[in-house]
């Protein structure tokens, strides 16, 4: 099982990176956007949309969306900040109200259990993540700032998986993924730390008035968001009696599974950057 999960990570880096070195930016937006809709295709069973012509209307549904906010935004072209910076906003807002709902579960769910609100958490959830994936590679060094973001949640994730294998006595959410320990989440932020560190030091000379402090704000925020949306998705899973939201990556599950932390990390990153003056 261990063979086959990295196999099937290295298989999704080397496809990320190929993605990144070889499209232009519309081809980028286009192919975050097919991966989104297959996460769209997993969530619509989880929202209650289980037959397939449903889950084929909801991809549609959740597209148009993503249509809607590139235009919106400007994201063909040199998006001004000032467009995409209430989006990503709103972003970090949603997910704020996810963490009070993880930390609220099972009691929660009154509040967001009935269909139309799992199809709007979904929409919500995922358009977040594709409009803050689009904006970064706008930037300059757009295509490094994505792979630095996935180091951060990678980064988070392994940290925490050691950590809690090795110390791991008190549960951080047991209603939602008894799994998960609290020594194991201050293994993740300790990992963000150092790998923070490492990104300061690495600034190129033009960045020489971005403060370690504030890489390490963004670092450590961003590695806090990987892990509320990992938990988020892992509540609505738990909600609706499933481990996994698909089986088309091997050893990974669903696509979705390993959306889930960067679709909570994207938009705090992208706005982190703002903020910092990037």
Not at 161 to 170: I, N, P, Q, V
Request: hydrophobic share 60%; charged share 10%; net charge positive.
């Amino acid at each position: 099982m261990l063979r086959q999960r990295v196999f099937t990570a290295l298989v999704m880096a080397a496809l990320f990176l190929a993605a990144m070195a070889f499209l232009p930016l519309p081809g980028l937006a286009l192919f975050f956007a097919l991966v989104v809709s297959l996460g769209a295709w997993e969530w619509a069973p989880l929202a209650g949309w289980r037959p397939a012509p449903a889950r084929g209307l909801y991809v549609l549904l959740n597209l148009g969306v993503l249509a809607g906010l590139y235009v919106y935004c400007g994201l063909g072209q040199q998006p001004e900040p000032g467009d995409v910076q209430p989006i990503l906003g709103l972003g970090c807002l949603w997910w704020s109200f996810l963490l009070l709902w993880v930390k609220g579960y099972p009691a929660s769910a009154v509040l967001w259990g009935s269909v139309p609100a799992r199809s709007i958490m979904g929409l919500l959830v995922m358009s977040f993540a594709w409009v803050a994936a689009v904006y970064l590679l706008t930037f300059p060094r757009g295509g490094i700032l994505m792979v630095c973001m996935v180091l951060v949640v990678a980064a988070a994730d392994i940290g925490a998986y050691f950590a809690g294998k090795t110390f791991g006595r008190h549960k951080l959410a047991a209603a939602v993924s008894p799994a998960k320990t609290w020594e194991g989440f201050w293994g993740g932020m300790a990992s963000a730390l150092l790998l923070a560190v490492v990104f300061w030091y690495l600034l190129p000379p033009q960045m020489a008035h971005v403060t370690l402090m504030a890489v390490i704000f963004v670092t450590l925020c961003t590695a806090l968001a990987s892990v509320v949306g990992d938990l988020a998705v892992s509540m609505v899973k738990r909600e609706c009696g499933v481990k996994d939201s698909g089986s088309i990556l091997p050893g990974h599950g669903g696509v979705l599974d390993r959306l889930d932390s960067i679709c909570g990390a994207a938009p705090v990153f992208a706005l982190g950057l703002l903020l910092a003056g990037w």
